[in-house]
C-alpha cells in the first residue's frame, strides 16, 4: 500500500506517522509514505499558494495551481487515475468499514487543506472521496490524514504481527470490543472476571461477545442497527437498552 500526502506540513506527515506500528510497517516495506510540500509548486517567486477569496470574506484560499501541480507530480507516474481523499468536514464520515475498502487500493492520495478551503474549481478535477472524521472544525488536514492512514494500515496484510488484532477490535461486527485484561489478576481490590483466569477457551469466547453487546448498548447503541446478533445477544441488547431508558 502506498500513500501519498499532498500538504503544506510534510514535517508534520513524516514525523507522526514515522512512529509505533506505522513506522515499522514503513521500514517493513508493508506501506510506504511520501509527503508532497504543496509550496514547491507555487507559481510565484515568494512561494505562495493561497490568496483572497473572490467575492470577499475572511481568511485565505489555497490556489488551485499548486495544489493541481502537486497531484498531477504524483498522479503521473500510476496506472491508473487514484483515489483522492478529500480531507474535509462537508465529506462523508470515516467509518471502519470505509477503511477495510480502502485498504484494498494499491495507492491512496490525500489532500489536506488549509486556511479557509482550496479552490472548488481543482477540487471537482481530482477529488473522489471527500472525507470528514467528525463534526468539528480543524486547523487543516494533516491530523484527519494521519488518522485515516493509521486505520486504513492496520488492515494491511503483514503490519499487525497478530492478525487477529485487527479482526477483532472495537467496530469490528459492528459491535465494541470486549474490556480487557491483564496481571496482577487483584488490582486495588478489582479482581479480573473469573471466567478469564478458568483457561475454558468456550466460555471466554462466550464472555467476551456477550461484553461487546452489553458495551456497545450502552454506548454506541446506534451500531447495534447494523450488528449480527444470536437471538439471546438480541435480548441482551434490549435488555441494556431498557435499562438505559430508565435511568
Known amino acids: 500500500m502506498k500513500f501519498h500526502v499532498l500538504t503544506l506540513f510534510p514535517e508534520m506527515i513524516l514525523q507522526g506517522l514515522n512512529t509505533s506500528i506505522t513506522g515499522r510497517a514503513i521500514d517493513s516495506g508493508y506501506i510506504s509514505l511520501e509527503a508532497v510540500n504543496i509550496r514547491d509548486f507555487a507559481e510565484n517567486k515568494h512561494n505562495r499558494v493561497d490568496d483572497y477569496p473572490y467575492g470577499g470574506g475572511a481568511g485565505m484560499v489555497m490556489q488551485a495551481g499548486p495544489v493541481c501541480k502537486a497531484y498531477e507530480s504524483v498522479a503521473g507516474d500510476m496506472e491508473k487515475k487514484p483515489r483522492v481523499i478529500y480531507l474535509t468536514p462537508q465529506g462523508s464520515v470515516f467509518t471502519q468499514a470505509m477503511a477495510k475498502e480502502l485498504a484494498g487500493e494499491e495507492e491512496l492520495v490525500f489532500l489536506c487543506g488549509h486556511y479557509e478551503g482550496i479552490d472548488e474549481r481543482v477540487l471537482e478535477e481530482i477529488v473522489t472521496d471527500p472525507v470528514s472524521i467528525g463534526d468539528y472544525v480543524l486547523t487543516g488536514g494533516?491530523?484527519?490524514?494521519?488518522?485515516m492512514i493509521d486505520a486504513i494500515s492496520r488492515l494491511v496484510p503483514g503490519v499487525l504481527s497478530n492478525e487477529e488484532s485487527a479482526q477483532f477490535e472495537s467496530f469490528q461486527d459492528s459491535l465494541l470490543e470486549y474490556p480487557q485484561y491483564t496481571r496482577p489478576a487483584v488490582w486495588r481490590e478489582?479482581?479480573?472476571?473469573?471466567?478469564?483466569?478458568?483457561?475454558?477457551?468456550?466460555?471466554?469466547?462466550?464472555?467476551?461477545?456477550?461484553?461487546?453487546?452489553?458495551?456497545?448498548?450502552?454506548?454506541?447503541?446506534?451500531?447495534?442497527?447494523?450488528?449480527?446478533?444470536?437471538?439471546?445477544?438480541?435480548?441482551?441488547?434490549?435488555?441494556?437498552?431498557?435499562?438505559?431508558?430508565?435511568?
Not at 221 to 235: I, R
Open 190 to 247: 478489582k479482581e479480573v472476571p473469573p471466567v478469564l483466569l478458568s483457561g475454558h477457551h468456550q466460555n471466554v469466547e462466550k464472555w467476551r461477545r456477550e461484553q461487546s453487546v452489553i458495551r456497545t448498548a450502552k454506548r454506541r447503541p446506534d451500531l447495534l442497527k447494523t450488528a449480527e446478533l444470536t437471538p439471546s445477544e438480541q435480548a441482551l441488547a434490549e435488555k441494556m437498552l431498557a435499562k438505559k431508558e430508565d435511568l
Open 142 to 147: 494533516e491530523l484527519p490524514a494521519m488518522v
